[in-house]
């Protein structure tokens, strides 16, 4: 199993991107998918998870309501949209996958097995 996360970069606060995360070996539809991410110095959050066959969806407090989690089954990739970037949201992120379909959410890094390489997401001021 492979996952590729791509689409960090630069940004200025108040802007978006759009991070996506590819699967080989795994499909997404039998799966749950997680976003995370790890500022320097910090521990690795959580942000967002979903099991896309169960329509299970979660938010973190620091991102609800600025990020999206979407999945494309066709293209085995999930998507984390991300508006109104602050600073603090400067960090690696990282998808991961579990295999598995069920309505538990999956909240926790330990629940996955599964993860990306990361991508470098950074937010000017």
């Known amino acids: 199993v492979q996952l590729q996360a791509f689409g960090g970069g630069l940004v200025q606060a108040g802007g978006s991107l759009r991070l996506s995360c590819v699967a080989s070996?795994?499909?997404?539809?039998?799966?749950?998918i997680g976003w995370f991410r790890q500022a320097p110095g910090k521990e690795r959050e959580g942000l967002s998870c979903?099991?896309?066959?169960?329509?299970?969806?979660r938010y973190a407090d620091s991102v609800k309501g600025r990020f999206t989690i979407s999945s494309d089954n066709a293209k085995n990739t999930v998507y984390l949209q991300m508006a109104s970037l602050k600073p603090e949201d400067t960090a690696v992120y990282y998808c991961a996958a579990v295999r598995g379909i069920d309505t538990v959410v999956k909240e926790a890094a330990t629940d996955y097995d599964y993860w990306g390489q990361g991508t470098l997401v950074t937010v000017s001021s």
């Open positions: 979903m099991t896309p066959s169960e329509g299970v969806i």
């Open positions: 070996g795994i499909t997404f539809d039998e799966a749950s």
